[in-house]
């Protein structure tokens, strides 16, 4: 199993619902666990970090992390055509002086 | 407000040529890392540095050699550039090694014929 998976293909969802992305982790020790949007041709920027269990919101996004079932979840609501980009998902293990990346999942936003 | 500044922008290559990307950041962060991004293989962390004075290899090192010239800047060299280096290359940094995420440049696309 891979470090870190993203395997939902392309995402398309309709402007003004909601979109939600998954990430699952191999390594029980993973402590830090974030969330990078990347724009096509552009470099990635972070959006949401979360560190404990349970929810965090920031605006619209949403993130969720559940250690005992390894994943960690982004929530768009009210998605705007703005939000259509890759979504990378990044964790840290404990006394690791690195992150680990998911492959991505691609968010398309229907007007 | 710069945060990560990366040159070039872009660059073609001759196989066999060599070539430096240059990073540097201005937010005093301490640790500073080397990506690749490949369709299909999401970010493969080459090498990084966690403090001035180190580095270190990631997953893909074979080909590439870094220099961490203070704590603003780090390098990475290809001595004899190969197809397989075509991509997009990051360079980023984080104020403790890991931690907080990354801020990221905005890449060099380096393609090698």
């Known amino acids: 199993q891979k470090e870190v998976e993203q395997n939902s293909g392309p995402l398309s969802v309709p402007e003004g619902a909601i979109a939600s992305l998954n990430c699952t982790y191999s390594?029980?020790?993973?402590?830090?666990f974030f969330w990078y949007r990347q724009y096509s041709g552009k470099s990635p920027e972070l959006i949401m970090s979360i560190y404990s269990n349970g929810d965090k919101e920031d605006g619209r996004f949403t993130a969720q992390l559940n250690k005992a079932s390894q994943y960690v979840s982004l929530l768009i609501r009210d998605s705007q055509p703005s939000d259509s980009a890759t979504y990378l998902c990044?964790?840290?293990?404990?006394?690791?002086?690195?992150?680990?990346f998911g492959k991505g999942n691609q968010v398309v936003v229907i007007p | 407000n710069a945060g990560v500044t990366q040159t070039p922008k872009f660059q073609v290559l001759k196989t066999g040529q060599s070539m430096t990307l240059q990073c540097a950041q201005d937010?005093?962060?301490?640790?500073m890392y080397w990506y690749r991004q490949d369709p299909g293989m999401g970010l493969r962390l080459i090498y990084y540095?966690?403090?001035?004075?180190?580095?270190d290899k990631g997953e893909v090192p074979n080909g590439y050699n870094v220099s961490r010239l203070n704590k603003r800047e780090f390098s990475l060299r290809l001595e004899s550039a190969a197809p397989s280096q075509t991509s997009v290359y990051f360079c980023a940094s984080s104020e403790v090694p890991g931690s907080y995420g990354y801020t990221f440049g905005s890449g060099t696309r380096l393609t090698v014929v």
């Open positions: 540095s966690a403090s001035e004075g180190t580095t």
């Open positions: 937010m005093n962060h301490n640790s």
């Open positions: 390594d029980r020790g993973s402590q830090s």
């Open positions: 990044a964790l840290r293990h404990y006394g690791n002086n690195r992150l680990a």
